[in-house]
C-alpha cells in the first residue's frame, strides 16, 4: 500500500521561508514522478510543482517559479519543497503526490496517490 506522508507545514511571516517534506513508502519510489499540489480554502487544488523520476525534469506553476524549488532523494524516498518569500496568496493546504509513470506532468488527474496535506500559512 503506497503512503505519502507531508510534514513541515506552520504559520510563517510574509517573506519568509518554509521547507516541505514528503515521506514515500509502499511503491519503488525512484521509478516515480512526484508532485505538490496545493488547495486554498473555497478554491480548487492546484498545481504547484513537480519533479521526473531522476530529478532531473522539474515543473511549476507560473505563481511560484523562481521562489519554490522541488527535490527529490531517491535513496531516503523522500521529495521535498523549499518555500522562499513567501506571501499570504500561499496560505493553504499541500498536498504530496505520486504518479504511475515517471514524468512530471501538472494534471492532478495524472497521480493515482496523495498525501493527508499540511498546512502552510502565510501573515502579512
Known amino acids: 500500500q503506497v503512503q505519502l506522508v507531508e510534514s513541515g507545514g506552520g504559520l510563517v511571516q510574509a517573506g519568509g521561508s518554509l521547507r516541505l517534506s514528503c515521506a514515500a513508502s509502499?511503491?519503488?519510489?525512484?521509478?516515480?514522478?512526484m508532485g505538490w499540489f496545493r488547495q486554498a480554502p473555497g478554491k480548487e487544488r492546484e498545481f504547484v510543482a513537480a519533479i521526473n523520476w531522476s530529478g532531473r525534469s522539474t515543473q511549476y506553476a507560473d505563481s511560484v517559479k523562481g521562489r519554490f524549488t522541488i527535490s527529490r532523494d531517491n535513496a531516503k524516498n523522500m521529495v521535498a519543497l523549499q518555500m522562499n518569500s513567501l506571501k499570504p496568496e500561499d496560505t493553504a493546504v499541500y498536498y504530496c503526490?505520486?504518479?504511475?509513470?515517471?514524468?512530471?506532468?501538472?494534471?492532478?488527474?495524472?497521480?493515482?496517490?496523495w498525501g493527508q496535506g499540511t498546512q502552510v500559512t502565510v501573515s502579512s
Open positions: 503526490a505520486t504518479a504511475p509513470h515517471g514524468r512530471a506532468t501538472q494534471a492532478a488527474a495524472t497521480y493515482d496517490y
Open positions: 509502499g511503491r519503488t519510489f525512484s521509478s516515480y514522478a
